[in-house]
């Protein structure tokens, strides 16, 4: 599946990959520049979306539908029921008929699904899309400035040549347990004996003590990680870097569904032995793999529930994956598509990703609801791009740093099933943090 853009190179457009820069340093540097205002950075698979700008703009709260067209044409109207039906709706009435957006949906997304839009506040953005006013894009043939105009691509080629060496970093300390993370699993603990659910992930924040850099920081990080999908943006007051695991779902556009989920997880990176005892480890571990194989069960039901009977498959099961300073137990589940159920109803029936609620999903999400002491935001959500012929990928927003005009902050949580130790599961989210914490750099000045 391919949801970026492919050009054909034309005239002077595409420079040479001769650059020692790492393609993802130089859609930092871009973005860093100020060359636009608000942007998408978007890795798959080696190749790297600078989306600039803004053209036109989706905006969905708890309350409303915002959207804003190619021509500065602003509707807001209210909604209620399914928040796909939603999006599909503003998609479809956007005034050109192909179009790929690209943006993020919260984690609070999850709230109208599920009956929980009481524990949200109206004005919570649910999903922000954008369409941009340009694509420009890094891969191992060179750079494509794409439909930019002259000066700006001229510019973008010029900051490409001069990307400069960063600072070291200030990583960040993340073994405070601040907000009584151990008392919070301890408690969800408690709440699985006595039979409310089975499994919850539960998640702690850690707040930077000062202004950051996030171009430089992603730059820096995605150097240092081996993620799944990793991106960089800016859109309305939130900015994100991040450098995630795992899918949340995929489609094409013949309506294959794919969903990527990750449970089981043990610390990588300290050497090759230590890295290869705790694999096995991983494998052999009872807690590990009866978290994974419930995990793999529920996300099997709902990709059946959107695909036609007798598609939906486990095609891998149970291997591990290395991210960063991490690795996992990994599986994949795909299915085909009903022709009555779309992308976004697929995503939907998907979110959040039950690697990032837990089983069962409603009373997993009640328990996050309750038990964590701030909300999620765009943690645990998703970061989108789709087209109009019918290609969705959210990948899930983990190993992220965040920054607002509230500060910036990391986020990490641990599936806690009955088995859970309230110590070692800290340190589990430790071990995420570091994808992260050591990378952070400080902005310049501060």
């Known amino acids: ?20 820069a790492h393609p993802a340093q130089i859609c930092a540097a871009w973005a860093g520049a100020g060359v636009v205002a608000e942007y998408v950075v978007y890795e798959r698979a080696r190749r790297w979306v600078f989306a600039a700008g803004v053209a036109a ?30 999006l599909t ?9 192909e179009w790929r957006v690209y943006g993020w949906v919260g984690f609070d997304y999850c709230a109208p699904h599920h009956d929980l839009a009481d524990r949200i506040a109206d004005d919570t953005i649910l999903a922000h899309l954008i369409i941009p006013e340009f694509e420009a894009s890094v891969d191992v043939d060179g750079i494509d400035t794409g439909t930019a105009a002259p000066a700006v691509a001229a510019r973008l080629r010029e900051l490409a ?19 009584d993370y151990r008392g919070r699993v301890a408690r969800a603990v408690g709440e699985i004996a006595a039979g409310r659910y089975q499994k919850v992930i539960m998640s702690r924040r850690v707040d930077i003590p000062f202004p950051v850099d996030l171009p430089a920081t992603y730059a820096r990080g995605r ?16 900015s994100a870097a991040g450098f ?56 099997f039901d709902e990709i059946a529930s959107v695909s036609l009977p007798g598609t939906t498959a486990v095609s891998e099961f149970m291997v591990i994956r290395e991210r960063g300073s991490v690795q996992h137990l990994a599986s994949t589940v795909r299915g085909e598509l009903r022709p009555d159920a779309g992308p976004w109803q697929a995503l939907t029936v998907l979110f959040p990703s039950i690697t990032a609620s837990g089983i069962p999903k409603a009373a997993a999400l009640d328990a996050i609801y309750r038990l964590e002491p701030d909300r999620r935001g765009l943690y645990s959500g998703a970061v989108v791009t789709a087209t109009s012929a019918g290609e969705l990928e959210a990948t899930l927003a ?21 088995q859970s130790d309230p110590d070692r599961e800290f340190e589990e989210t430790c071990e995420k943090l570091a994808s992260v914490a050591p990378h952070v750099m400080r902005r310049h000045g501060s």
């Open 398 to 418: 983990l190993r992220t740093i965040f920054d607002s005009d509230d500060g910036a902050w990391l986020r990490a949580g641990a599936g806690i099933v009955g």
């Open 244 to 299: 995630s695991p795992e899918l949340v779902v995929a489609v094409d556009t013949d309506g294959t569904v794919v969903t990527e989920p990750l449970a089981g997880t043990r610390a990588l990176g300290r050497s090759a032995e230590l890295d290869a005892a705790a694999g096995a480890e991983l494998l052999s571990d009872a807690k590990e793999i009866a978290e994974h194989a419930m995990s793999v069960r529920a996300c």
């Open 223 to 238: 150097v240092e990680n081996s993620p799944a999908r990793s991106y960089l943006l800016s859109l309305g007051g939130l």
């Open 89 to 97: 709706g503003a998609l479809s009435a956007l005034s050109s008929p």
């Open 1 to 20: 599946m391919s949801l970026t853009v492919d050009s054909t190179p034309t005239g002077d457009r595409r420079t040479s990959g001769d650059s020692t």
């Open 161 to 179: 040549e001069s990307v400069a060496t960063t600072a070291a970093p200030s990583p960040i300390d993340v073994r405070d347990d601040q907000d």
């Open 57 to 86: 703009r989706i905006v969905l709260t708890a309350e409303t539908l915002e959207i804003t067209e190619t021509d500065g044409t602003r509707t807001t109207r209210p909604w209620s029921g399914d928040p796909s039906a939603a």
